[in-house]
Nanobody, 126 residues
Framework: QVQLVESGGGLVQAGGSLRVSCAASGLTFSSSALAWFRQAPGKEREFVSR????????YSADSVRGRFTISRDNAKNTVYLQMNSLKPEDTAVYYCAASRRRYYMPTADRYDYDYWGQGTQVTVSS
Protein backbone atom coordinates (compact mmCIF):
# COMPACT_ATOMS: atom_id res chain seq x y z
CA GLN A 1 0.00 0.00 0.00
CA VAL A 2 1.44 3.32 -1.08
CA GLN A 3 1.48 6.12 1.48
CA LEU A 4 2.62 9.70 0.99
CA VAL A 5 2.82 11.75 4.16
CA GLU A 6 3.43 15.48 3.98
CA SER A 7 4.79 17.57 6.82
CA GLY A 8 6.36 20.95 7.49
CA GLY A 9 3.52 23.29 6.67
CA GLY A 10 2.70 26.26 8.84
CA LEU A 11 2.22 30.00 9.09
CA VAL A 12 4.89 32.31 7.71
CA GLN A 13 5.08 36.00 6.89
CA ALA A 14 5.30 37.24 3.33
CA GLY A 15 8.89 37.15 2.13
CA GLY A 16 9.72 34.27 4.43
CA SER A 17 10.70 30.68 3.72
CA LEU A 18 9.34 27.26 4.50
CA ARG A 19 10.27 23.71 3.57
CA VAL A 20 7.67 20.99 3.25
CA SER A 21 8.51 17.31 3.08
CA CYS A 22 6.81 14.19 1.75
CA ALA A 23 7.80 10.78 3.08
CA ALA A 24 6.86 7.86 0.84
CA SER A 25 6.35 4.20 1.62
CA GLY A 26 5.13 1.22 -0.38
CA LEU A 27 6.56 2.79 -3.53
CA THR A 28 9.65 1.90 -5.52
CA PHE A 29 10.86 5.35 -4.63
CA SER A 30 14.10 5.47 -6.59
CA SER A 31 12.25 4.74 -9.85
CA SER A 32 9.27 7.04 -9.23
CA ALA A 33 8.87 10.65 -10.27
CA LEU A 34 7.07 12.83 -7.75
CA ALA A 35 5.36 16.17 -7.76
CA TRP A 36 3.88 18.87 -5.59
CA PHE A 37 0.46 20.35 -6.19
CA ARG A 38 -1.47 22.93 -4.20
CA GLN A 39 -5.08 23.88 -3.70
CA ALA A 40 -6.35 27.17 -2.34
CA PRO A 41 -9.90 27.54 -1.00
CA GLY A 42 -12.41 27.71 -3.83
CA LYS A 43 -9.79 26.98 -6.48
CA GLU A 44 -8.75 24.00 -8.56
CA ARG A 45 -5.78 21.93 -7.52
CA GLU A 46 -2.79 23.22 -9.44
CA PHE A 47 0.61 21.88 -10.36
CA VAL A 48 3.60 23.36 -8.54
CA SER A 49 6.70 21.32 -9.32
CA ARG A 50 7.86 17.82 -10.33
CA UNK A 51 11.09 15.88 -10.12
CA UNK A 52 12.35 12.82 -11.97
CA UNK A 53 13.25 9.55 -10.21
CA UNK A 54 16.96 10.41 -10.19
CA UNK A 55 16.45 14.06 -9.30
CA UNK A 56 18.29 15.15 -12.43
CA UNK A 57 15.23 16.69 -14.06
CA UNK A 58 12.87 19.16 -12.46
CA TYR A 59 10.14 21.43 -13.73
CA SER A 60 8.16 24.13 -11.95
CA ALA A 61 5.13 26.23 -12.71
CA ASP A 62 5.74 29.79 -13.86
CA SER A 63 4.14 31.12 -10.69
CA VAL A 64 6.81 29.61 -8.45
CA ARG A 65 9.84 29.28 -10.71
CA GLY A 66 12.85 30.98 -9.17
CA ARG A 67 11.29 30.92 -5.69
CA PHE A 68 10.51 27.24 -5.06
CA THR A 69 12.94 24.33 -5.40
CA ILE A 70 11.98 20.68 -5.48
CA SER A 71 14.51 18.05 -4.42
CA ARG A 72 14.60 14.48 -3.22
CA ASP A 73 16.64 12.13 -1.06
CA ASN A 74 16.28 8.59 -2.37
CA ALA A 75 18.06 7.18 0.68
CA LYS A 76 15.30 8.63 2.88
CA ASN A 77 12.39 8.07 0.46
CA THR A 78 11.57 11.74 0.85
CA VAL A 79 10.86 14.62 -1.50
CA TYR A 80 11.10 18.25 -0.45
CA LEU A 81 9.78 21.59 -1.57
CA GLN A 82 11.84 24.56 -0.45
CA MET A 83 9.72 27.70 -0.69
CA ASN A 84 11.41 31.10 -0.56
CA SER A 85 10.10 34.64 -1.02
CA LEU A 86 6.64 33.44 -0.10
CA LYS A 87 3.63 35.50 -1.08
CA PRO A 88 0.09 35.54 0.34
CA GLU A 89 -1.11 33.97 -2.92
CA ASP A 90 1.01 30.91 -2.12
CA THR A 91 -1.42 30.12 0.71
CA ALA A 92 -2.87 26.67 0.04
CA VAL A 93 -2.88 23.05 1.04
CA TYR A 94 0.18 21.46 -0.51
CA TYR A 95 -0.06 17.88 -1.75
CA CYS A 96 2.57 15.36 -2.71
CA ALA A 97 1.75 13.08 -5.66
CA ALA A 98 3.27 10.11 -7.45
CA SER A 99 2.60 7.99 -10.51
CA ARG A 100 2.40 4.21 -10.31
CA ARG A 101 4.49 3.92 -13.47
CA ARG A 102 8.20 3.43 -12.97
CA TYR A 103 10.71 5.52 -14.90
CA TYR A 104 7.86 7.67 -16.17
CA MET A 105 7.82 11.45 -16.03
CA PRO A 106 4.22 12.54 -15.45
CA THR A 107 2.85 15.72 -16.93
CA ALA A 108 1.59 18.69 -14.95
CA ASP A 109 -1.95 17.27 -15.21
CA ARG A 110 -3.19 16.05 -11.83
CA TYR A 111 -4.94 13.12 -13.52
CA ASP A 112 -1.53 11.76 -14.49
CA TYR A 113 -0.88 10.91 -10.82
CA ASP A 114 -2.16 7.86 -8.99
CA TYR A 115 -1.14 8.43 -5.38
CA TRP A 116 -1.71 11.46 -3.18
CA GLY A 117 -0.86 12.51 0.32
CA GLN A 118 -3.30 14.08 2.74
CA GLY A 119 -1.79 17.54 2.32
CA THR A 120 -0.15 20.10 4.57
CA GLN A 121 -1.43 23.65 5.07
CA VAL A 122 0.82 26.56 4.18
CA THR A 123 -0.43 30.01 5.15
CA VAL A 124 1.42 33.17 4.18
CA SER A 125 0.39 36.32 6.00
CA SER A 126 0.77 39.79 4.48
Amino acid sequence: QVQLVESGGGLVQAGGSLRVSCAASGLTFSSSALAWFRQAPGKEREFVSRISWSGANTYSADSVRGRFTISRDNAKNTVYLQMNSLKPEDTAVYYCAASRRRYYMPTADRYDYDYWGQGTQVTVSS
